[in-house]
């Protein structure tokens, strides 16, 4: 029995059973689903042992002669205390420690993704030193970067009511947000086509063996 077309099969039957969907909710799409998330949790158990136990915890411990790293473990299993009414409080400990180095790791994610942006928002409507074929466009550019971010804070701007020139300019920013928005909700469509192209030339190619 070749095993490389028994699981090209079975990969092609429950793509199509994942896009019964379509039709309606079904058996065959529940038992597809159910498939999916139980691979996936079994092979983010698998990915646990290798990278995590083993690979930082087994290698830092045994190999390395980190010997601080041991206490990451019982550490850890402090989280199943949870399940006994009496030592629940334990779990609490493991708990707030995560959520606070997670929430440190944020705020360095945010400040390093968000700050440099509040800093490139900062343009020059004059720019001298620039390439003088691209001086005009880079001009224009900025000045219009400059009117699209003024109205789009106006827009957010709840401090006193909005009448006239502030109301126009914060339905302005409210349509420029709106096309932003858009075109982020084409891009995620696009992305989801992407994999149902992808889907359908691997039943078509792979399987059905048309255009080969």
Request: no cysteine; aromatic share 18%; glycine share 8%.
């Amino acid at each position: 029995m070749n095993l490389e077309i028994v699981g090209l099969w079975i990969a092609a039957l429950l793509t199509l059973g994942a896009y019964t969907i379509l039709y309606r909710e079904n058996p065959i799409y529940r038992f597809v689903e159910h498939l999916f998330i139980g691979v996936a949790a079994g092979y983010g158990i698998g990915v646990m042992v290798a990278d995590i136990m083993h690979r930082i915890w087994w290698t830092n411990v045994f190999h390395d002669g980190k010997w601080w790293w041991a206490f990451a473990l019982p550490y850890a299993m402090w989280l199943f205390t949870i399940y006994t009414e009496k030592y629940s409080w334990i779990s609490r400990i493991v708990i707030g420690t995560l959520i606070g180095a997670y929430a440190g790791l944020y705020f360095q994610e945010f400040s390093s993704v968000y700050l440099p942006q509040v800093r490139s928002s900062f343009k020059p409507l004059w720019t001298s030193d620039a390439n003088p074929d691209l001086l005009a466009s880079g001009v224009i550019n900025n000045i219009i970067f400059l009117v699209i971010l003024l109205s789009v804070m106006t827009y957010f701007l709840f401090s006193f009511e909005q009448k006239g020139g502030v109301k126009r300019t914060a339905i302005f920013g409210r349509w420029m947000l709106m096309i932003a928005l858009g075109a982020i909700f084409g891009n995620t469509v696009m992305a989801r086509i992407a994999l149902l192209i992808g889907r359908i030339w691997f039943l078509m190619h792979d399987w059905l063996g048309i255009g080969k």
